[in-house]
């Protein structure tokens, strides 16, 4: 059976569900076309920090891109009235399948017959989390990365996924900034992610050995590859309690990696310090 798929996409919302480092940083894009960006949260203060930084960064990012508009961001609690309307809505809540499952069965039920359904997750497929939902043909994995600045995303279905829905991704989202690619074949880390896993790994095993230190791996990584920022920085912007949730999940899968990574990984996360959004990870911030 078809889906039917949304109409009048520039008159209709995109709720992202969960409004934390990259929720909050995908409502920015959906609102940079114009359009209405909405963030559901539980939390009111993250509800009011995501808002307070999509319209910070907004009016920039709008100006800086080819038919980019200044939009408008809206925070909601309840469930029902943010996704009223919307044409998409995007899962970015913590990795935890079990909490993924539950979300899209409540999003089955409650969006229009038209709504598609994707999840954020960094590394699990949306095959995991339709259980609980009766419209697997528009659920899929639209996986974003560190937007605005890195804005590739990977498609990738749920083996139940309409073509149809992915086409129309493929030719709506870079309207919003992001480019899209597709997995052509179900892989656990999608495309880059899962290149991007073996560095990472790597690079926490090196120091988890004693053989380097954060900083000097970094350092490293820019002299060699040009890169403004090394492994050790972007996993602290990520969140080292998301970077913990991704390992374990490819432990899971792969029993023989090595356990020194997610050992680091521990001590941080253990210590409350998470990356920027602490202000203290493999590096210290400004709390401001």
């Known amino acids: ?16 569900i969960g409004g934390g480092t990259l929720g909050r940083r995908i409502a920015l894009m959906f609102a940079s076309a114009g359009g209405e960006s909405r963030v559901y949260d539980l939390a009111e203060p993250v509800r009011t920090a995501a808002v307070e930084y999509v319209e910070r960064e907004l009016p920039a990012l709008a100006a800086a891109r080819d038919g980019g ?17 919307a044409w998409l809505v995007v899962e970015a809540i ?13 999003l089955d039920r409650a969006v229009g017959a ?4 994707a999840s954020n997750s960094s590394s699990y497929a949306s095959r995991l989390m339709i259980d609980e939902v009766e419209h ?20 990738m279905s749920d083996g139940e996924t309409d073509p149809a829905v992915v086409d129309l991704l493929l030719e709506v989202l870079p309207t919003y900034g ?13 495309i880059f992610n899962r290149i991007w896993a073996a560095v990472k790994r790597e690079s926490l095993a090196v120091v988890a050995d ?12 820019a002299v060699n590859t040009g890169s403004p920022a090394g492994p050790f920085r972007m996993m602290d912007q990520v969140g080292l309690d998301v ?27 253990e210590a409350g310090d998470l990356g920027v959004k602490t202000g203290r990870g493999f590096y210290r911030y400004d709390q401001h």
């Open 69 to 85: 508009a200044v939009g408008t961001v809206r925070a909601f609690d309840d469930l029902d009235e943010a996704v009223a309307g």
């Open 243 to 269: 970077v913990l949730d991704i390992e374990e999940h490819y432990a899971a899968e792969d029993p023989h990696l090595p356990e020194g990574p997610r050992q680091l990984l521990r001590q941080y996360v």
């Open 136 to 155: 697997p043909e528009r659920v899929l994995n639209m996986h974003f990365y560190m937007p605005p600045a890195q804005n590739a995303v990977d498609l």
């Open 94 to 106: 913590p990795e935890r399948i079990d909490l993924k499952t539950t979300v899209f069965g409540q």
């Open 1 to 16: 059976m078809g889906f039917p798929l949304p109409t009048d996409i520039r008159n209709r919302p995109v709720t992202v």
């Open 114 to 117: 038209d709504t598609i359904l």
């Open 210 to 221: 004693g053989v380097s230190t954060p900083e000097d791996v970094d350092a490293m990584f």
């Open 178 to 190: 992001v480019r899209p690619f597709v997995a052509r074949r179900e892989s656990t880390g999608f």
